[in-house]
């Protein structure tokens, strides 16, 4: 395959755009949904059929929508050993109205008690229209692996479809609850945003694109009837969040007074749905170059990017002896410069921070505790706990139990 390259950079992108990819036989009857494994209680995958009435033919893009609006690009993979099928999806091609959600559930026979869950799903999935860069630079794929800008895109949903299709059977609606609820579609969403708030809180300009690239109205939460006020509901959260990242980053509350101020006199005048793009991607702007400006300006250079090594992936080897290896300097003087600059050790730092984000995913997120443990660079639940409660003074299912206790108050 000489364009394996180029095959992993789109998935790579399309993962970051928060689209599935999945690389089959065309042989197969059935594909499984993307993402899906093991989330029905037989243990078995929940599969939809693709290809059923039409097999894909060379220097061709299909575009598939099933019954609930989910919509899958898939084309045939030239020279490869034996035949194999990209799949894109699902994705949304806009934004489904309050009516047509309640049209869907009701065609699922979705339940009034897992409805929530039914939004959720939808508000985490990504919108993708034909003038999107993510579906040019599909199309620029193909353009590339079939040597030719000429190549047909067809609408499986436009041919003919014979009546016996499994597509249009329907689906189990208690496997479709099973679906929606396993998909986890609310800790995607809560995921994203923390992704976010800690891009802000280090200063990273560079990840606006990837961060914002998914940024559309179907994040937001269906509050209110009116979708412009709920955009800007969701913006005061969000301008909120922000400031506090920043502040988290080590700006000062009085250069954010302003910024948020700011900010938040431009989200109540806000006339149309379509700014919300753009007055999040300057919010992002704003909050970073703030950390960037204020955070570690007082800090020697060596200092400041042992303080971005850390930040940027607490779970890494963090030991003293692997930082003055990247840095290039001797553990001693690292350790001196730093407690010097900074007031505290490295270790003690570190644990900080990990703290830190310990607690944000378990105010933010229903991980389990082992697995928030893991991702805050502790592969010891046992020492987690202990190091958590000495530093917060409550265990980590105590400080859960208590953000929700003083949620219902």
Not at 62 to 77: S, V
Not at 281 to 309: E, G, I, N, P
Request: hydrophobic share 35%; net charge negative; glycine share 4%.
């Amino acid at each position: 395959m000489l364009y394996k390259n180029e095959l992993q950079f789109l998935c790579d992108t399309l993962k970051k755009g928060h689209i599935r990819t999945v690389i089959t036989s065309p042989d197969a009857s059935v594909y499984a949904i993307p993402g899906s494994e093991g989330i029905s209680p037989s243990g078995s995958e929940p599969r939809l059929d693709f290809l059923a009435h039409t097999r894909p033919e060379p220097r061709t893009l299909y575009r598939y929508t099933n019954e609930f609006d989910l919509c899958y690009l898939y084309l045939l993979l030239p020279d490869t050993p034996t035949p194999e099928v990209l799949i894109i999806g699902p994705y949304l091609t806009g934004t489904p109205s309050g009516e047509r959600l309640m049209e869907l559930a009701e065609r699922g026979s979705i339940t009034p008690a897992i409805k929530i869950y039914f939004e959720e799903y939808y508000m985490s999935l990504p919108v993708l229209a034909d003038d999107d860069h993510l579906f040019l630079m599909i199309t620029t794929f193909c353009e590339r692996i079939w040597k030719s800008p000429a190549f047909a895109i067809v609408d499986v949903n436009d041919l003919s479809v014979p009546e016996e299709d499994a597509v249009s059977e329907p689906i189990n609606s208690e496997a479709f609850d099973d679906v929606l609820i396993n998909m986890k579609a609310m800790e995607e969403r809560y995921a994203y945003e923390n992704e976010l708030l800690r891009a802000v809180s280090l200063g990273q300009l560079h990840k606006e694109n990837q961060l914002l690239s998914v940024f559309s109205d179907p994040v937001f939460e269906k509050r209110l009837p009116d979708p412009l006020r709920n955009a800007k509901n969701y913006g005061i959260i969000m301008n909120t969040l922000l400031r506090k990242a920043a502040e988290n980053g080590g700006v000062h509350p009085v250069y954010l007074d302003r910024t948020s101020s700011e900010f938040a006199a431009k989200i109540e005048h806000m006339r149309e749905l379509g700014e919300n793009y753009t007055l999040m991607r300057d919010m992002f702007r704003s909050y970073c170059r703030l950390v960037r400006k204020h955070a570690l300006k007082h800090y020697s250079l060596v200092v400041q990017q042992t303080v971005m090594l850390i930040d940027s992936d607490l779970s890494a080897d963090l030991s003293l002896q692997s930082l003055s290896d990247t840095l290039n300097v001797s553990p001693g003087y690292l350790s001196t410069i730093f407690k010097k600059d900074t007031g505290k050790t490295i270790s003690e730092y570190i644990r900080e921070k990990r703290i830190q984000l310990a607690m944000y995913l378990l105010a933010t997120t229903q991980q389990q505790v082992q697995a928030i443990a893991v991702h805050c660079g502790i592969m010891d639940v046992q020492y987690f706990s202990k190091t958590f409660k000495k530093q917060t003074g409550k265990t980590p299912k105590e400080y859960r139990e208590s953000l929700k206790t003083s949620q219902t108050l």
